[in-house]
């Protein structure tokens, strides 16, 4: 077991097409977004296996004897294409959970326990130790907050419990793992979303892993060689959305301005919402084209910001949007994936959340 604090990143993701159509056997386009999740792992011996994640408000702990007098044999060994829904029903179990629970954070704690258990069951005795995760994205917007979580949590278990090697060398700021490490790192992280949302399709994770952007079809992921580099603006309208819910009806109806054309289309198949008309209206009055990302019916929109847009319209643009009460950050995609960091490399506001009490 390692002894040193680590401190892990990983990005949030958006999809720029296909995020309907790939349900349907089409190709999705999903690239990094270059807002991420941080976690820091704090070995200690004191007996106690912490969590901490302030942007939801959870703090827990549990007692390690406790936990290593349990049977989990359930979990299997290694075998991380193993976990069932009676997995996580007896996950509940162990966390002291009504069978019912849905909501986030109790599924962000099982996600944890679960990784927590299978990871570290290959050391002698079940580590000490206190994680906390802070994270830039909002979480239920269609940003793959959950799958930077769990990617930030596979990392870092996997590499304190030296199943993988810390890839930060001396003197630099930040390290990446090998190919095959992060294969390892995304099967597990994987098993973490399965637990929040029970037959996710992969995406999120993998574009969290690896970064860069993805083309998703039918199961298949592959990376995009060199994608560009592209500035957007990712407004939040804040209105909550029902990814399954708005699946379900657009199956149901299926019985060049390209970000313009595809907006169209999606508004087409039912998952507009008054807010994503309002956003496109806005950006279209200042000269830019928007789009919704994820499922829709709410939720996020992206606005390309060209290389020739000039600094004055999109000040005005973000001040437009605000003015709707939307959160609007300026950012964009095609981030690295998961990455080790010093401590020194991290910026103020990312240790602040850190050191959320």
């Known amino acids: ?54 942007n939801i408000g959870v703090r827990r702990a549990w007692d390690v004897a406790s936990l290593q007098l349990l049977d989990t044999s359930f979990l299997g060994h290694g075998d991380s294409a193993a976990l069932t829904a009676k997995h996580v029903e007896k996950l509940k179990e162990v966390a002291g959970f009504p069978k019912d629970c849905v909501d986030p954070e109790h599924l962000a704690v099982l996600a944890f326990l679960y990784l927590y258990l299978s990871i570290c069951q290959s050391q002698r005795a079940l580590p000490s130790l206190d994680i906390t995760v802070w994270s830039e994205l909002p979480t239920g917007a269609g940003l793959g907050s959950s799958a930077a979580y769990s990617v930030c949590l596979a990392a870092a278990l996997l590499t304190a419990c030296e199943e993988i090697p810390n890839p930060l060398k001396d003197g630099e ?45 039918q199961g298949k992921i592959s990376s995009l060689k060199r994608p560009p580099v592209l500035k957007i603006l990712l407004i939040n309208t804040k209105v909550p959305r029902s990814t399954k819910v708005l699946v379900a009806n657009v199956r149901s109806r299926l019985l060049k301005e390209l970000i313009d054309m595809n ?49 004055p319209a999109v000040e005005a643009t973000k001040r437009a949007l605000s003015g709707c009460g939307f959160d609007c950050w300026e950012t964009s995609v095609g981030a690295p994936g998961v990455s080790v960091h010093t401590a020194a490399s991290l910026d103020a506001s990312v240790q602040q959340g850190l050191d959320s009490l």
């Not at 990983?10 to 159509?21: F, M, N, Q, S, T």
């Not at 386009?29 to 070995?43: G, I, K, S």
């Not at 008309?277 to 009055?285: H, R, Y």
Request: glycine share 14%; aromatic share 4%; net charge positive.
């Open 1 to 54: 077991m390692l002894s040193e604090v680590l401190l892990v990143s990983a990005p949030g993701k958006v999809i720029l097409h296909g995020e309907h159509a790939v349900v349907h056997g089409k190709v999705a386009l999903a690239v990094a977004l270059n807002l991420r999740t941080f976690l820091r792992l704090q070995p200690h011996s004191n007996g106690r296996v912490g969590l901490n994640l302030p």
């Open 173 to 217: 700021a930040a390290g990446r793992w090998t190919e095959e490490n992060l294969e390892l790192i995304n099967k597990w992280a994987f098993q973490g979303e399965r637990v929040i949302h029970g037959n996710p399709s992969g995406v999120d994770n993998a574009v969290s892993t690896w970064g860069g952007a993805l083309r998703y079809q």
């Open 263 to 311: 907006q169209h289309h999606l508004n087409a198949l039912g998952v507009g919402h008054a807010s994503l008309d309002q956003l496109c209206q806005v950006t279209t009055a200042h000269g830019l084209h928007s789009k919704l990302t994820g499922a829709g019916g709410g939720g996020c929109g992206i606005t390309l910001l060209r290389p020739d847009v000039e600094r």
